[in-house]
Each structure stands twice: as C-alpha cells, then as structure tokens.
C-alpha cells in the first residue's frame, strides 16, 4: 500500500488553514488570524521537518531516509510551499486588505501613502525608528554577517553618488524597539495602519547619505531548531545537560531557508547567495512583506464586531461553591474539559498547593508554555516555599525553548 508523504500531507492541511482566510461567512479579523496561523505553522515546519531533511543531506543526522529521499522530498516541499506562498499573497492582497478597507481600516502600501501621511512618517523614523538602525555593509569574502534566526531584513543596492559605485548594504528591522504595525492618524473617519519594515523604506535616504537607493527588498532566514540526539548521547548520565546545551545553541542553528521577496532581480540574489554563502535552492521566493504570521498583532481599532463572538465557559458547580479547591477533590473525581470549562479552577488548585504547607511536592507535566505563564509562576513559587517541584518538560517537538529552557533550569 502506498501513502502520501507526511510532509506533502501536512502541507496540504496547511494550505486548508489558509484557505480560511478566504472565508468571508468569517469576521475579517478571524480571516487575518488564519493567515498569521497558516504563516506561523510554516516556520515551525521549516525549523524541525525541513531541518531534519537538510541534516540528511549535509550527513550531519542519521535517519532512515537515505540522501536521495530527502533531496526528492525537499524539492516538493519548496514546489509546495512556493505555490502557497502566491496564494497567501493573492488572498492577502486582493481579498484581505480590500475588506479591511470597507470596514474603515486601511493598512498602507508605500506606493498609496496620502500627503497628509508623509510627515508623520518621516517624523516617526526620526524619533522612534532611525536611533536603532546599523546598516552593514555585505562585502563578498570581506564581511562575514551572521543574519539571525526569524528576523526581517532589508538588503539595499546602493549607488554612490561621486563615483556611480555599487554596494550592497543590510539592516535589520529592530522589531524589539517598534511594533510592527504603526497607527498613523485618522482621517475622513478611517484607520491608518503601516508596516514599520515600509517607514524604514521609504527613510533609507536617511540612513544612507552620499548615496542613491537603487532598490530594496525583506529577507529572513529560518534555523535548524531540530534536537537530535544519537544513540550514544542517549545513553549518558548528563542527557539533560545535552538536551539544554542543543536548545541554547537553537537561535544560531544551521540555516533552513532563505526567504527572499520574489520581485528581488536574479543578480542580486546571486550576490546575496555568494556573500552569505546560501544554496540557491535553499532560496524560496515570498511577498515584499515577511514574518506574516505578525498579523495576528494588527490592531482592531473597530472592537468586537470584526471578530467571532467568544462563548462563555461553563461553570462547574462542584468547584465554585467551595472556597478550596482540594476539598472539592477529596470528597470525588472532577474532569474538567478545555476549553470548554474554565482554565482558573486549575490555576486555583496550583496556587492552593504552592501555599499549602502539608503540600510537600508538585508533579507536573508541561507541554505548551505562555509567554507571561500563571502555571510557571505558581510553580515557581512552590518550589520557594520548599516544596518539590518536578516538571516534565517537551522540548523537541514545538517552539517554546526559552521559556521551557528556564524551567528545566530551575
């Protein structure tokens, strides 16, 4: 019997998330949230399935596949993802952004800024962008630049303006310091919003005196966050050691993909191949704007009505006529069933235990991990309180190494 690939497989449920976002029975904002899912789904996918791949080929892991398989398997994936790519951009560009706009929110492309915009743009890149931009020169065999995991950059080829010389220059966006959507403000009645990646663009004659702006185009690159352990590292005493050391070492990972904007001219990509030393099919085109699973960030300036009306929890009665939890628990059994029932009758219960003194220790097994967690933080302060806390930690399979790192730590 034969059986589709499971990375073919996985892609085609995520191009079925994707397709959510062209539902219009949805409020515009849930469609905005399938894009961001179907954007984040991707990365996790290229920084553990493709990675896994990749090591086959580069021989640096031992799986069953042999080098041809992955090789095969890789170049559908990128055929794939490629053709999901155009599609994200159509449903974003001709469906998405024309909705938004009839719901009085505009979210600006360079090419349509108003007058009445353009200086508060450049007001804005003055004050809040310009302080944390360190553009780099990308000189080949001179300047080694390491492009960091999951980041948006913007490569420039300059001209200068005494000697007509050609450069190429790279500046990351300093997501940290500025939100990715910026507000601008309001007019007529509507909502202004611009991609921070775009006020940087339409400013590099700022970061770049002595210089014309020949072009411009986002890159990223995905990391190799794939844990793999051989058999022998497996039979060690110090396994935990190892596995912290892997998870630490996630972020400078090797590269995965390269994503470029597909209108980016054939000989610039070739320059950027050289320079940083990137297989061209490890290269895969995308829209102008990337890191799209941000749109989850776009802010709602209308409020509830561009998204699907949350339900309420049900209650549970057993639990909310006593003033402990343990003393519901005592007399039976209570299943609570997410998300259906309320997520605080757990966190009451960990806060009880962290304070109960006849609590002696905590056994918990942690998959996912929020990035402001009440269950960490009732944890935490059990194990302050003397008890013993002990957590089984899944770090191989998702993205919360940071955070899961810190507990396995403590």
């Not at 009665?317 to 997410?338: G, M, N, Q, T, W």
Request: aromatic content about 12%; proline content about 4%; overall charge negative.
């Amino acid at each position: 019997m034969r059986y589709f690939n499971r990375d073919i497989s996985w892609l085609s449920f995520n191009y079925r998330v994707l397709l959510e976002a062209e539902n219009e029975r949805l409020p515009i904002y849930e469609r905005v949230k399938f894009l961001s899912i179907h954007a984040s789904n991707l990365e996790e996918f290229y920084k553990i399935r493709v990675a896994e791949h990749r090591g086959v080929i580069l021989k640096k892991k031992h799986k069953e596949e042999d080098f041809e398989d992955s090789e095969k398997i890789l170049n559908e994936i990128n055929i794939e993802v490629t053709r999901q790519q155009s599609e994200f951009d159509r449903i974003f560009q001709l469906s998405i952004l024309p909705e938004l706009e009839r719901q009085g929110i505009i979210l600006y492309k360079n090419d349509r800024v108003i007058d009445s915009h353009k200086n508060f743009i450049s007001e804005y890149f003055n004050e809040e962008v310009f302080p944390y931009m360190e553009p780099v020169l990308i000189l080949k065999d001179e300047i080694r630049f390491f492009v960091r995991d999951n980041r948006i950059y913007i490569v420039i080829r300059l001209i200068k303006k005494d000697t007509g010389g050609t450069y190429y220059s790279i500046l990351k966006i300093p997501f940290t310091k500025t939100p990715r959507f910026v507000s601008l403000p309001s007019l007529g009645g509507k909502h202004y919003f611009m991609f921070v990646d775009d006020i940087i663009t339409a400013n590099l004659h700022k970061i770049y005196p002595g210089f014309t702006i020949d072009c411009s185009y986002s890159v990223k690159i995905s990391r190799d966050a794939d844990i793999f352990i051989d058999e022998e590292q497996k039979k060690e005493d110090n396994l935990v050691e190892i596995i912290i050391k892997k998870v630490k070492k996630r972020k400078i990972g090797d590269l995965s993909r390269f994503v470029y904007d597909r209108n980016m001219p054939e000989e610039f990509l070739d320059y950027l191949a050289e320079s940083l030393d990137i297989r061209r099919e490890d290269m895969i085109p995308d829209s102008r704007h990337l890191n799209m699973q941000d749109l989850i960030k776009l802010p709602n300036p209308v409020g509830e009505t561009l998204l699907s009306k949350t339900m309420s929890t049900l209650p549970v009665p057993a639990l909310d006529r006593v003033y402990r939890i343990s003393e519901a628990v005592k007399e039976k059994d209570i299943f609570l069933f997410y998300p259906y029932h309320s997520f605080d009758y757990f966190l009451r219960l960990l806060s009880e235990a962290a304070r109960e003194p006849k609590v002696d220790s905590i056994k918990i097994t942690q998959y996912r991990v929020a990035e402001h967690s009440e269950v960490i933080e009732s944890l935490i302060h059990a194990a302050k309180n003397g008890k013993k806390v002990t957590v089984f930690v899944e770090l191989k399979a998702r993205f919360d190494e940071e955070n899961n790192l810190q507990m396995a730590e403590r």
